[in-house]
């Protein structure tokens, strides 16, 4: 029998409490070559990150995880010119890649790291991040515990494992022996969560002075923060709230439809609501939006204004939703018949216990509402972008039938869908994210000087996202037969070269295994 896991109301009443079980770690690497003396990516067009467009052929040299030098190698169509290559060095490395296109490593800035109610293993949800040129995550609760979690970032960092680098964010107040009901304790508890490590804090919320002084004393010491404002707290403190003590990132939407009300403080939750009744929870919040300031407001424009003069980020995590607004098409996505496994296919039917999965009576009103809600909601996403705001790309995979790696890259897609360029999409899931997490110097573009962290793929991102998807995008030839194209060819983290499509096989196999293993075959809820 599944564990019941009301996971919000979990953190934000019991953060107190030991973290719930732990999921296996990743094994010991045995993919990826490298890093190299020398690695020259030879003939590539390159979309750097920076908002740049594309420019290519270019020769790109990594010298162990660095990246040296960027060169110019001709025109596009025109035959390059050997003299103006980068010369290989002896017993250095080089890739063909002529035609193909390069990327920044994309950045997942709501990557949670399984759970033992999901059934997943480290190994199988870093390798779909990485077959999805994903090399950065931020863990947004460190939910299998901040000394797992920083195990795992470690052995990372130091290429042990075949992992994205990992930011561990511990949710606020976690293994608190009491309850955090003081500023004083607030502070203590921020101050010893840095000591042991933590790059930062998820928030859900507290008492208004906790959180002020949380905040302030996380930024004081230099970490960063995040937070789901959920509703158990949101009408006594909200994003702007957030924002003025010190937040660097509100995570989803909750929060901010409340700083935008203009005609009450509390959202019209029906009388026989229940927030711990998830189909109560999600279903009322599909009406938010419409309850908030309409766009481009007086107050509307006032509470952009000033989380943009604040370099506020959002992190809208779209792609969590998606199913909200078309269910069918969530639960149909070709990729759960060959990547998910049967746990988390099972973790994702409708559940009176399992987090997420709230399709107790879920249908054409629900789907309406939330399509209106997406349309507004995008409408501030946008704006807040198009006024200089910051906007990254997060996943929260894992849950309401979003699987690790392929819900991210539905997350670019429906950034796009709001209006974003597809090279302002890039930037998000690269630059942008490298910058909220502190990390720009080092990650986030393909800049002389950065780390080499890649990814390479054959079609062209751009004029398709979904070729970003590990199985690609269809295409038909011009003999009228159907291919994929596309799928990421290479990610290369630290100037470590991985196979995507092997990391991706391997990650069918342990499904497979699974499936064998338990004879499950995966059958739409319902049906017999």
Request: hydrophobic content about 40%.
């Given at each position: 029998m599944r564990q019941k896991l009301q996971f919000l109301s979990l953190f934000v009443c019991l953060a107190f409490t030991a973290v719930r079980a732990q999921i296996p770690k990743a094994p010991e690497k045995k993919e990826g070559d490298g890093p190299y003396t020398q690695l020259i990516i030879r003939g590539v067009t390159l979309i750097n990150g920076t908002g740049a467009p594309p420019f290519g052929p270019v020769d790109i040299v990594v010298e162990q995880n660095r990246i040296v030098q960027i060169q110019t190698v001709g025109s596009p169509g025109a035959a390059i010119d050997p003299a103006r290559r980068p010369v290989l060095k002896q017993g250095g490395k080089e890739l063909n890649c002529e035609g193909m296109y390069v990327l920044p490593g994309l950045i997942d800035m709501h990557g949670h790291i399984g759970g033992k109610e999901q059934g997943t293993p480290a190994e199988y949800v870093f390798k779909l991040w990485m077959a999805h040129g994903i090399t950065t995550i931020r863990d947004p609760s460190a939910g299998n515990g901040l000394d797992w979690t920083l195990d795992e970032k470690q052995k990372s960092a130091a290429n042990l494992i075949t992992a994205p680098r990992i930011y561990?964010?511990?949710?606020?107040?976690?293994?608190?022996?009491?309850?955090?009901?003081t500023a004083d304790q607030a502070r203590a508890w921020v101050q010893e969560n840095a000591r042991k490590g933590a790059d930062g804090i998820k928030f859900f919320g507290a008492r208004p002075e906790v959180m002020d002084a949380a905040l302030r004393e996380n930024k004081k010491l230099g970490l960063r923060s995040c937070c789901h404002h959920a509703q158990l707290d949101v009408a006594r403190w909200n994003v702007l709230n957030s924002a003025r003590a010190g937040l660097t990132s509100m995570e989803h939407w909750y929060g901010l439809p409340e700083a935008l009300f203009t005609d009450k403080t509390i959202q019209q939750y029906p009388l026989d609501y229940n927030y711990n009744n998830e189909q109560d929870r999600f279903e009322?919040?599909?009406?938010?939006?419409?309850?908030?300031a309409a766009p481009y407001s007086e107050h509307w424009n006032k509470v952009m204004n000033e989380l943009l003069s604040l370099d506020f980020t959002l992190d809208p995590t779209f792609n969590i939703y998606d199913a909200n607004r078309d269910l069918q098409r969530a639960r149909r996505a070709e990729w759960h018949e060959w990547y998910t496994l049967p746990s988390l296919w099972q973790f994702y039917e409708p559940s009176r216990q399992s987090h997420g999965s709230y399709w107790h009576h879920w249908g054409t009103e629900q789907e309406v509402e939330w399509k209106n809600n997406y349309r507004l909601w995008m409408t501030f996403v946008n704006e807040y972008k198009n006024r200089g705001g910051r906007v990254t790309a997060g996943s929260d995979n894992g849950f309401i039938y979003e699987t690790y790696g392929f819900g991210y890259i539905r997350e670019l897609e429906l950034l796009r869908e709001a209006g974003f360029h597809p090279l302002e999409v890039i930037r998000s899931a690269t630059l942008y994210g490298a910058q909220a997490l502190g990390a720009d110097k080092e990650i986030g573009s393909v800049e002389t000087g950065k780390l080499a962290d890649l990814v390479v793929i054959d079609a062209n991102p751009l004029q398709n996202l979904q070729v970003l998807y590990g199985t690609g995008a269809i295409t038909l030839t011009k003999e009228n037969k159907v291919v994929r194209s596309g799928g990421v060819l290479y990610t290369i983290?630290?100037?470590?070269?991985?196979?995507?499509?092997?990391?991706?096989?391997?990650?069918?196999?342990?499904?497979?295994?699974?499936?064998?293993?338990?004879?499950w075959q995966l059958k739409q809820p319902g049906m017999q």
């Open positions: 561990a964010y511990t949710v606020f107040g976690q293994s608190s022996k009491t309850p955090i009901t009322e919040a599909g009406k938010l939006w419409k309850q908030a983290k630290d100037g470590i070269v991985y196979n995507a499509k092997q990391l991706l096989a391997d990650v069918k196999a342990m499904v497979d295994a699974e499936k064998q293993k338990t004879g």
